[in-house]
């Protein structure tokens, strides 16, 4: 069976086709104003990567933020289900799921098969965990990508409250100021959003095996700083940000 | 001069963990200055006030919602990661409802073998407070004695009544030379001071007081005083926030903290029944915001501290969401503006942004500088 | 019968009878003065039992609910807040208080007119703003005389003589204080008559809440936020008791003919602390999943008295009069005004989040609920104290929980959009789809 899976995330547009269980085509872009239209556009396109035309697609379901505007779709899924059924298909011993996008932070528990125990989304003042990284990382004049990999060479770290990015930011132009090494600053910076997620994977209760989805696993040092506060290791999957799309084409070959 | 009690402050625990092996007695972990100290003291127990560690958590989130202030969800921080692991017991006295979480979630996730809440009233101006307050007092008196297994007689009440006053004449004495120019010691040692207090055996703390009252008089400045400031509001342990304000050309020379002057100001004033004079004095006490009704009559205590020591300015702190003296601080700060005392209000989070503080503490100093300038 | 419904629904016919009510005691309030009476202000809580010893023309107006109706007019709402902030006053204090204090601050009053002052503040403390409030609103005023009683003396199960004696010696003293305060002698048949009245109508909002236990549940929620609000008001009044047993009469009624509050209900839910008032809304969301919320240990137990039944469930406490009590003095009266009041269910967590789990875990049950929504309410610490701790006794009891962040008395703390996003999470969760 092929079905497709939209996830119209806040910041991106993920659309990824599976055949049989398996990702054939997948596509990622900027959702921009028209949100929808970059729907289109990466759906055509993972089509193309796929081999595969629409009428080929038996059924497609929509997930994310934007999930109502999606094109084509037969239903859609809110993106606590199509991640914890994403991460649950790849890995079966999941039990704790943990999604830092853009702008949203969440923590899912679920059972041995998959089925969604509870969930915790980050409140209002802890927000936009990657959206946050974005910001230190033109604070630090930084590639995004160098972050990470920056972070982890940190020798000082100084605890910092990440509580409101607003004040963070400010802070960490005072630690600028201050001539704290570019590295300790980011460290400090993963750690403070990373303790805000592990709140709510606590919150939750969470147990392992702990899967990492959403754009900001590609960040190492991120990942570093939460492995720490969890005090466990997380799995990683090879396309963190395209999981909440394959959970909802894989909820399309159900229904 | 005052290393010992910085010590004791900085290694709290590991003071207690030793104090109980030197004595076999228990140590009581307690959440609020409305704790009749004296009781537990009296028989035997060391109460040892349960303070945060101002390092970022992520251990509470379950437990207490993110509206209610950081040092109650510090303080519970430090019992989940098992900081206070050899606390006897645990109680609280009713005050405001923020610490009071930080009690029940702990009785809940982190047993002890006793734990008690004590109805302190909140309606401290009411004159059926008193009669009340020494009821519940006999009720919590039993059980700590079933608790310890010691009769707590009126000797050993009116011995750790001396002990505990005389700690709160020896805190005012030091108090007292800071009212001098140059004050002969910082805003940080005094909260040093202050706050090992709550932490230390009273008879040790005393000792140790006498001590640096007989060396401080021999002390030469060598430190510029700059301008002489108070600061008040909420619990206050943030040491480093202190010292950073200090370090800018400012002393702090009086408080109105928990972790300060009100938890020292006033003694017990025997009575026939020892109960009584405990109760009366924790109800006559320089009141917490929460129980300041329906009249306000710390304001006009805290004028009365701002003239007597000197003052130049004011810093008005309060633990973010600390309702209480949120709805305190306008007046309160109205009365201090009014006595033409300038003040700068500040909000403090577990860590505080020390940078961004410095330039606030940096530009209040330089104001009030510059009005000196004027005069 | 809606096609494809489940059961009949139909409006209760006492609707408006409640809203009649809730308009004259504002304008009696405001107009008090008009004809000599007296205007005093306190909170839903207070002993308001007590002032009525003062004569019949006494009119007050609660606190809480002010602020409610204030927050329910987002425009007002807005203004009065920012009015208080720019008095000085924190952004994070009550939400309710604040609006309050706004309406003050523009002496606009939400039901036309400027803001009617009160004579005197006759409060109870219950949180950590609820005496300070009126400090503040005596300051804005120029100074209002005020009594404030403390409760804190426990739970319930706890009280004893001691204890007691602290409220009533207070109480004592308040009608001291109310006679040289108004220069009105004091009528303690009066006093009598209203402690009848408000065990009365308090039991009998508890037996309503109890015959929502019912399926299907013949009230929602939001409609009840209408009807429980009169007890707020005035609970020690006549006019609301016999509104109570009116109203009572109708819902059994309903419940006898499976006459339900929404047509599809398949879904039973509880919600916790006061919901956002601009935004109730959420609640007709809910109802396209066919859920319903029967209701909270707020909307049943702040103005409900209960008591465990023989058979081991939840029923309205027994008043006096059903006790065969007959009050002939003050004393009497008060003690029983008192002791009525400290066994309120919404008083007991202010001790403990166990406690309050544990009655929460009783409505799940015996309310036959699939799962709970709790609002963790920014604009309220005195309901929102524990709340974190109900949340996880609760999942260990197996109830599924969704939290949302959100403020009753300011909207600016609440996000529509993203609370209906986690509804639909939790529906998923819960298996239900849109109808």
């Known amino acids: 069976m092929i079905t497709a899976g939209i996830d119209m995330g806040s910041k991106t547009v993920k659309v990824v086709i599976v055949k049989d269980g398996e990702i054939v085509g997948k596509h990622m872009l900027l959702a921009g104003f028209e949100a929808q239209e970059a729907a289109e556009t990466a759906f055509a396109a993972s089509l193309e990567a796929a081999g595969l035309t629409a009428d080929d697609i038996e059924a497609i379901v929509a997930t994310g933020a934007g999930r109502k505007n999606a094109p084509h779709t037969d239903r859609d899924i809110t993106e606590v289900g199509s991640g914890a059924k994403g991460a649950h298909h790849l890995y079966p011993a999941v039990r704790t799921v943990i999604d830092v996008g853009a702008e949203e932070g969440r923590a899912i528990r679920c059972t041995e098969d998959g089925k969604v125990l509870d969930f915790a989304l980050n409140e209002k003042c802890a927000a936009g965990a990657g959206a946050f990284t974005e910001a230190m990382s033109r604070a630090l004049e930084v590639p995004i990508e160098e972050l990470g990999p920056m972070s982890l060479q940190s020798q000082n770290p100084t605890p910092m409250n990440a509580q409101c990015a607003v004040f963070a930011e400010s802070e960490v132009v005072s630690l600028l100021h201050a001539r704290t090494p570019k590295q300790d600053i980011a460290r400090s910076v993963h750690d403070a959003i990373a303790s805000r997620i592990v709140s709510l994977a606590k919150k939750v209760g969470f147990e392992p095996e702990v899967v990492f989805i959403g754009g900001v696993a590609h960040n190492p040092g991120f990942v570093d700083s939460l492995e720490r506060a969890l005090e466990c290791k997380v799995i990683i999957p090879e396309d963190p940000e395209f999981i909440g799309a394959y959970g909802a084409a894989l909820a399309a070959a159900e229904s | 001069m005052f290393t010992k009690m910085t010590e004791w402050e900085q290694n709290r625990h590991e003071y207690a963990q030793e104090w109980q092996k030197r004595t076999g007695g228990k140590v009581m972990g307690y959440f609020c200055t409305y704790v009749p100290e004296e009781i537990l003291y009296a028989a035997g127990v060391l109460p040892v006030r349960i303070l945060g560690s101002h390092e970022p958590q992520d251990v509470t989130e379950p437990h207490i919602f993110g509206m209610f202030c950081p040092f109650c969800r510090d303080c519970l921080a430090q019992g989940l990661k098992g900081r206070y692991d050899y606390l006897d017991g645990i109680m609280i006295a009713q005050s405001c409802l923020h610490i009071r979480q930080a009690y029940t979630s702990w009785q809940k996730h982190h047993p002890v073998a006793f734990d008690y809440y004590l109805c302190m009233p909140q309606r401290v101006q009411s004159p059926r407070a008193l009669p009340y307050l020494t009821g519940e007092l006999e009720v919590f008196k039993t059980a700590v004695e079933e608790w310890t297994g010691k009769t707590i007689t009126d000797d050993d009440l009116d011995q750790s009544i001396a002990v505990y006053n005389e700690n709160r004449r020896l805190l005012h004495e030091v108090y007292a030379l800071r009212k001098q120019n140059p004050p002969l010691l910082t805003g940080e040692e005094a909260m040093e001071m202050v706050i090992s207090a709550q932490m230390v055996d009273k008879v040790e703390h005393n000792a140790e007081l006498k001590r640096v009252l007989a060396e401080l008089p021999k002390r030469n400045g060598g430190r510029e005083t700059g301008a002489r400031l108070m600061i008040l509001g909420s619990e206050d342990d943030d040491i480093e926030f202190i010292n950073m304000f200090e370090s800018c050309g400012a002393t702090f020379v009086t408080d109105d903290h928990c972790t300060g002057t009100r938890y020292f100001w006033n003694e017990v004033i025997p009575r026939e029944n020892r109960l009584e004079a405990i109760a009366a004095r924790y109800i006559d006490r320089v009141p917490c915001p929460s129980k300041d009704w329906e009249e306000r009559l710390r304001i006009d205590h805290i004028r009365q501290l701002a003239r007597d020591w000197n003052v130049d300015g004011a810093v008005v702190i309060q633990q973010k969401f600390c309702d209480p003296h949120e709805l305190d601080i306008p007046a309160t700060r109205q009365a201090l503006e009014d006595d033409g005392i300038r003040t700068l209000f500040l909000e403090l989070d577990v860590t505080v942004p020390i940078g961004q503080f410095k330039v606030r503490a940096e530009a209040f100093i330089e104001m009030i500088g510059d009005e000196d300038l004027f005069d | ?435």
Not at chain 3, 256 to 281: K, V
Request: hydrophobic share 35%.
């Open chain 3, 1 to 435: 019968m809606t096609t494809g419904a489940l059961y009949e629904t139909k409006p209760l016919n006492c609707w408006a009878k409640a809203k009649e009510i809730r308009e004259e005691y504002y304008r009696d309030y405001a107009n008090a003065h008009e004809n000599g009476g007296i205007r005093w202000a306190g909170g839903a809580w207070t002993f308001g039992a007590i002032p009525c010893g003062l004569g019949d023309d006494v009119w007050s107006l609660t606190s809480e609910p002010y602020g409610a109706s204030i927050a329910a007019n987002k425009l007002f709402s807005l203004r009065c807040l920012e009015a208080t902030e720019k008095a000085g006053y924190a952004r994070d204090l009550c939400s309710y208080m604040r609006n309050y204090w706004g309406s003050i601050l523009l002496n606009e009053y939400a039901f036309g007119g400027p803001f009617p002052k009160p004579d005197f503040i006759w409060q109870d403390h219950i949180c950590c703003s609820h005496a300070k409030w009126y400090q503040v609103v005596s300051d804005l005023e120029g100074g209002i005389p005020q009594f404030c009683i403390d409760v804190s003396v426990g739970p319930y199960h706890e009280i004893n003589e001691l204890k007691l004696d602290y409220v009533v010696g207070q109480m004592h003293d308040g009608i001291e204080w109310l006679q040289k305060t108004t220069g009105r002698t004091y009528d303690d048949a009066k006093l009598i008559e209203a402690v009848y009245q408000e065990c009365r109508s308090t039991a009998l909002w508890a037996e309503i809440s109890c015959l929502n236990k019912a399926k299907p549940a013949p009230l929602d929620e939001k409609t009840m936020y209408s009807l429980y609000v009169l007890g707020t008001l005035m609970k020690h009044s006549k006019v609301v008791a016999d509104f109570y047993e009116e109203l009572r009469d109708e819902v059994r009624w309903r419940v006898d003919n499976q006459i339900a509050a929404i047509a599809n209900e398949r879904c039973r839910l509880m919600s916790d602390t006061q919901p956002p008032w601009g935004f109730l809304s959420v609640f007709r969301y809910l109802e396209q999943f066919g859920a319903i919320s029967v209701g909270s240990l707020y909307t049943f137990g702040l103005i409900g008295m209960f008591e465990v039944k023989p058979d081991g469930t939840w029923g309205p406490r027994t008043t006096p009069q059903e006790q065969g009590i007959e009050i002939t003095d003050r004393e009497q009266a008060l003690r029983i005004l008192a002791d009525w009041n400290l066994s309120k269910p919404e008083w007991q967590h202010f001790y403990s989040p166990h406690l309050k789990t544990e009655m929460m875990v009783r409505i799940a049950r015996e309310w036959s609920l699939d799962g709970v929504i709790l609002h963790y309410n920014r604009g309220c610490e005195g309901l929102s104290i524990g709340i974190a701790e109900n949340r996880l006794g609760l999942i260990e009891a197996g109830y599924p929980v969704m939290t949302f962040e959100g403020n009753m008395g300011d909207e600016r703390e609440f996000d529509l959009p993203k609370t209906t996003a986690r509804i639909d999470a939790f529906m998923e969760t819960l298996g239900i789809k849109e109808i």
